[in-house]
Nanobody, 125 residues
Framework: QVQLVESGGGLVQTGGSLKLSCVAS????????MGWFRQAPGKEREFVAG????????VYGDSVKGRFSISRNNAKNTVYLQMNSLKPEDTAVYYC??????????????????WGQGTQVTVSS
């Protein structure tokens, strides 16, 4: 059974930083592009960042460009999301997801095969 487990969420003040991690129990993790999404109450799930299979390519949502950074360690089956200069509007549940699709970039959540359970990020003003 495939599992993606996020960690690192929490409460932070405006301007602060958090680093999220997602460990995947995928036997062939390096064959999956990975992404981070977020969902705030009453809003649709939003693409945050994506990273290609080998980590050479990344893509970001407009609202986080220049503040967030996605990376991965294929030896550890882990993808990260470094979040800097956090704002109250970044408050949401953050999900990691994996896709075996060969297309790039992949921004549509329906194209992802596996999802984590989510981790809450709250930014206080």
């Amino acid at each position: 059974q495939v599992q993606l487990v996020e960690s690192g969420g929490g409460l932070v003040q405006t301007g602060g930083s958090l680093k999220l991690s997602c460990v995947a129990s995928l036997r062939t993790f390096s064959l999956y592009a990975m992404g981070w999404f977020r969902q705030a109450p009453g809003k649709e799930r939003e693409f945050v960042a994506g990273i290609s299979r080998n980590g050479a390519s990344t893509v970001y949502g407009d609202s986080v460009k220049g503040r967030f950074s996605i990376s991965r360690n294929n030896a550890k089956n882990t993808v990260y999301l470094q979040m800097n200069s956090l704002k109250p509007e970044d408050t949401a549940v953050y999900y990691c997801a994996g896709t075996s699709s060969g297309r790039w970039p992949i921004l549509n959540p329906s194209s992802y095969d596996y999802w984590g359970q989510g981790t809450q990020v709250t930014v206080s003003s």
